[in-house]
């Protein structure tokens, strides 16, 4: 079965450029989206298809996958980006999702 | 716009089947494959399966023999029905759709998900 990987956890200070990243193999190949979780609420979709923005998700936002690695930026994380981050692509005719990034911006 | 609205019990018993409704307003339940997605508490998403209004659907392997997910095009609702419910079943369960009619997945569209544990 196809798996995507993320790491448990990036923390940057507030105006940094956080960068959380999702293997899989040749998820280049695909397409790869991300969804912000806050605590208590649904998954929010910010990014698909690898680069594009969901109308009223802020441009502070930006994706990019090639090879085995898709990675969600955030230009200048402010508090309110504090959330989990999950990957997702379709791999072995299911939806797959990755387990997870818990950004931190203090 | 397009809202979901998931119902259903918050506690089942072990053995028994769990049963959730995902009411669909604001637009049709045709034309997308409408997706079902858990997750434990304190853990990551899982999705469970998407069903058409075709009735075509798919579902992630490991819960296959246990779940069966079907659409009512009459009262615009989606429903999961998940057999033989453990402990492991204990999650927050939510309906999705995707952002295109064409899609099986990137969802743009979340219920507010409904906690269902599962216990004696």
């Known amino acids: 079965s196809y798996e995507l990987t993320q790491p448990p956890s990036v923390s940057v200070s507030p105006g940094q450029t956080a960068s959380l990243t999702c293997s899989g193999d040749?998820?280049?190949?695909?397409?790869a989206c991300w969804y912000q979780q806050r605590p208590g609420q649904s998954p929010v979709l910010v990014i698909y298809?690898?680069?594009q923005r969901p109308s009223g998700i802020p441009e502070r936002f930006s994706g990019s996958n090639s090879g085995n690695t898709a990675t969600l930026t955030i230009s200048g994380a402010q508090p309110m980006d504090e959330a989990d981050y999950y990957c997702?692509?379709?791999?072995?005719?299911?939806?797959?999702f990755g387990g997870g990034t818990k950004l931190t911006v203090l | 716009q397009v809202q979901l609205q998931e119902s259903g019990p918050g506690l089942v018993k072990p053995s028994e089947t769990l049963s959730l409704t995902c009411t669909v307003s604001?637009?049709?339940?045709?034309?997308?494959?409408w997706s079902w997605i858990r997750q434990p508490p304190g853990k990551g998403l899982q999705w469970i399966g998407y069903?058409?209004?075709?009735?075509?659907?798919n579902y992630y392997p490991s819960l296959k023999s246990r779940v069966t997910i079907s659409l009512d095009t009459s009262r615009n609702q989606l429903s999961l029905r998940l057999s033989s419910v453990t402990a492991a079943d204990t999650a927050v369960y939510y309906c999705?759709?995707?952002?295109?009619?064409?899609?099986?997945?990137?969802?743009?569209?979340w219920g507010q998900g409904t906690m269902v544990t599962v216990s004696s």
């Open positions: 999705a759709r995707p952002y295109s009619g064409t899609s099986y997945d990137t969802f743009d569209v």
């Open positions: 604001g637009g049709s339940v045709n034309n997308y494959y």
């Open positions: 069903v058409y209004h075709s009735g075509v659907t």
């Open positions: 040749k998820l280049g190949d695909r397409y």
């Open positions: 298809q690898d680069t």
């Open positions: 997702q692509a379709w791999g072995s005719s299911t939806v797959v």
